[in-house]
């Protein structure tokens, strides 16, 4: 009897726009990993972690499809050295979790815990120490890397192979697949962070408060409301925080400084029906949040969850975007532009964008990684419907505006832009390539994403 | 590929010169696509203007409906101008006249080749392609003159009626593969192949059926009529009684 096809598997980014169907293998060791790179057919072989890139950077139509959350393992922590080994399939909730029993937290957190570390490596993620500590890439001292050759590298900054270490930093998974990787730590006192809030009643304002503020502080955040009207448009909730020492601790919660909870509060119905999300229901949850907010509040303990994954609390809340999803927009311009960065917040208000999260923050010193997103700069994130009239002709509005700026966008989150202006924004992407070739010289690795934006 | 906001870049048309399956390219370039195929018999030498004034690049190819043995060839061709097939708009047919075909039951049998066999092997040969690279939409151009038969041109209908009924059977094979088919059923629409037949209530321009397919392609239909409203009118129809649908003029 003929063995049966496999079905293949639909699988979208974290927006759940533009499915695609591949074959979908999970590993559960490195060896399983050269295993199916080398069975690898036509259309390309591509890992995948926990699937939060908004776009379609973790998906190979036609291709096969690594889930990589299986490959998993003990979490080394070296405290003498300040490191910690971890298998790439490892998601930060549970690195986390590890960590900080132990006094030690990640270096870099992106704002949500559910990626995995390969993925985090692969996007070069940044968070909101990004000012001071740049993106994770500057914190990885080794990362393991399995080639479609059969090869398995480990490289390091400062090895045999500094070129395929930068280009595999923020690569997106199309120089091999991440099998381990190994960190730098921050040792910590407690699971709590002190935190400062202030709200701000302009744009103005909110620009103005980050800008003198930053240096003061490890991290720093602004929610940013869009919807508001007129002159209160890009008024905000700025937060910023350092980790809370011992001292600074309610009495209460001395008892047990590193305590840390993570798991969900709350779960998004399974179905939404399209447009609960619109500029109206936005609207109104964008003046309650701030009006929740405290004028001005210092030192407030808060725990590491609530201040830097408060939507992991919200199982799926992508689904509350309907049936048609999202799609996110994040760029980044360097200072001095901020008439762009204010342009487009005004063309986004403009259009009635209803982004429920829109974040706003100033990044820092940029990682070696030839593709990794970060530049000094602004940075803003809007999440925006992917079936909002006329969203795809704004957003290449945008993109024009940004390339005059000198700003790029996130291929993490990007879904949508054109090959031309991506690689108009990334002039490192043909020393990339020359890298990739070597690392990949039958062309293995592909991704949706790669294909779109004709980076290989 | 579809991006995240419903952009497509490639497209092909099989039918390079139909009226509708032009305007609906015409809408997908103004959308975003970047490359166009246009497949007909002897190629399409002059292409219309719209596309490449709008930005895209336009190939033109050789496709005869009636060869059905070129027709795995002509997509690999495709293929080899552009890459994935985001859409492809199958879109060729002749409308002919009923008298004629009564008069030469030959040609009905070629017209019917046309209409119905020649789309069966292009739809398996582009499915088995979108089916390969894992996503991409089949358009099948089919017609309110499928849903229910009616005297005045039943060698034109019946032939839609087998293309409908293939195209849906189409679309669930097609399930979770990635790939998918949209339907569009257009009633009468004043183009050159339908210049020599009488107008019938309720038409519909080719752009007003491109921006059906459009909006169809987005929303994630798998059939659309245009105008909207022949749904609920074809609803009833196909509950009226014979004697009386016999009856019913053009």
Redesign the interface.
């Known amino acids: 009897m003929p063995s049966q096809p496999e079905?293949?598997v639909?699988l979208t980014?974290w927006?759940r726009?533009?499915?695609?169907?591949?074959r979908v293998v999970r590993p559960r060791t490195a060896a399983q990993v050269a295993e199916a790179l080398a069975g690898a057919g036509p259309?390309g072989v591509l890992a995948r972690g926990l699937g939060r890139s908004?776009?379609?950077a973790a998906q190979?139509?036609?291709?096969t499809v690594l889930d990589c959350t299986g490959l998993t393992g003990p979490i080394r922590l070296d405290t003498e050295r300040g490191e910690v080994t971890v298998p790439a399939g490892v998601s930060f909730d549970r690195l986390i979790a590890h960590l900080l029993r132990r006094g030690h937290f990640v270096p870099v957190t992106p704002g949500t815990r559910q990626v995995t570390v390969g993925g985090a490596i692969a996007a070069d993620v940044h968070g909101k120490n990004h000012h001071v500590d740049s993106s994770l890439g500057a914190h990885v001292r080794a990362l393991t890397l399995a080639l479609p050759t059969g090869e398995a590298l480990r490289l390091t900054p400062a090895g045999d192979d500094p070129e395929l270490f930068r280009a595999t930093l923020g690569g997106m998974g199309l120089t091999g697949v991440i099998t381990e990787a190994t960190l730098a730590v921050l040792p910590v006192e407690t699971s709590h962070m002190r935190v400062d809030t202030d709200r701000t009643d302009s744009l103005d304002a909110t620009l103005d408060l980050m800008s003198r503020t930053d240096a003061d502080y490890r991290y720093t955040v602004c929610w940013v409301d869009l919807l508001a009207q007129g002159g209160a448009m890009g008024r905000g909730v700025v937060t910023r925080a350092d980790h809370a020492r011992l001292r600074d601790l309610p009495p209460p919660l001395r008892r047990d400084p590193l305590r840390h909870r993570s798991g969900t509060l709350l779960a998004a119905p399974p179905w939404v029906p399209p447009g609960l999300l619109n500029s109206w229901t936005v609207g109104a949850f964008n003046t309650v949040y701030r009006g929740a907010a405290p004028r001005r509040r210092r030192g407030q303990a808060q725990p590491i969850g609530g201040f830097f994954h408060p939507l992991d609390a919200v199982r799926d809340w992508n689904r509350l975007y309907g049936?048609?999803?999202l799609?996110q927009y994040q760029f980044v311009v360097p200072f001095g532009a901020e008439e762009t960065l204010v342009g487009i917040m005004e063309g986004l208000s403009r259009a009635g964008a209803p982004s429920f999260l829109t974040v706003l923050k100033r990044m820092g010193a940029a990682t070696e990684g030839h593709l990794s997103f970060p530049r000094p700069g602004w940075t803003l994130a809007v999440d925006l419907p992917?079936?909002l009239p006329g969203?795809?002709g704004l957003?290449?509005g945008f993109d024009e505006r940004l390339l005059a700026a000198g700003g790029r966008l996130y291929l993490a989150k990007?879904?949508?832009a054109?090959a031309e202006t991506i690689h108009a924004m990334y002039p490192d992407l043909p020393a990339w390539r020359k890298v990739r070739e070597r690392a990949d010289p039958d062309g293995v690795l592909v991704s949706?994403l790669a294909?779109?934006l004709r980076l290989l | 590929m579809r991006d995240s906001v419903g952009t497509v870049r490639t497209v092909l048309l099989l039918g390079g010169r139909s009226e509708i399956g032009l305007a609906i390219v015409e809408r997908l370039v103004r959308e975003g696509a970047r490359e166009v195929v246009l497949a007909a018999r002897g190629g399409v030498e002059e292409p219309p203007s719209a596309p490449a004034a709008l930005g895209a690049t336009v190939h033109s190819l050789e496709f005869d409906a009636t060869a059905p043995d070129t027709h795995t060839a002509t997509v690999k061709e495709a293929v080899a101008l552009v890459g994935d097939l985001d859409v492809v708009v199958d879109a060729f047919g002749v409308l002919g006249d009923q008298a004629g075909y009564e008069a030469d039951p030959a040609s009905a049998a070629r017209a019917a080749a046309v209409n119905y066999t020649g789309h069966v092997s292009a739809g398996l040969a582009v499915a088995a392609r979108l089916r390969e690279q894992g996503h991409g939409a089949l358009v099948v151009l089919s017609s309110v003159a499928g849903v229910r038969v009616r005297r005045f041109n039943f060698v034109y209908g019946s032939a839609k009626a087998g293309l409908d009924g293939f195209a849906q059977g189409l679309a669930d094979s097609l399930h979770g593969s990635g790939a998918r088919v949209l339907v569009v059923r257009p009633g009468y629409v004043p183009t050159r192949m339908s210049a020599h037949v009488d107008p019938a209530p309720f038409p519909a321009t080719p752009g007003q059926v491109a921006d059906a397919v459009s909006a169809g392609l987005r929303s994630g239909a798998t059939t659309v009529w245009a105008p909207r409203v022949l749904q609920p009118l074809f609803a009833g129809l196909r509950l009226m009684p014979r004697p009386l649908w016999r009856r019913l003029g053009r």
């Open positions: 079905r293949p639909l980014g927006g726009t533009a499915p695609t169907a591949a259309r908004y776009g379609d190979a139509a036609g291709g049936p048609r999803g799609t992917a079936d969203l795809g957003l290449r990007d879904g949508r054109d949706d294909r779109r």
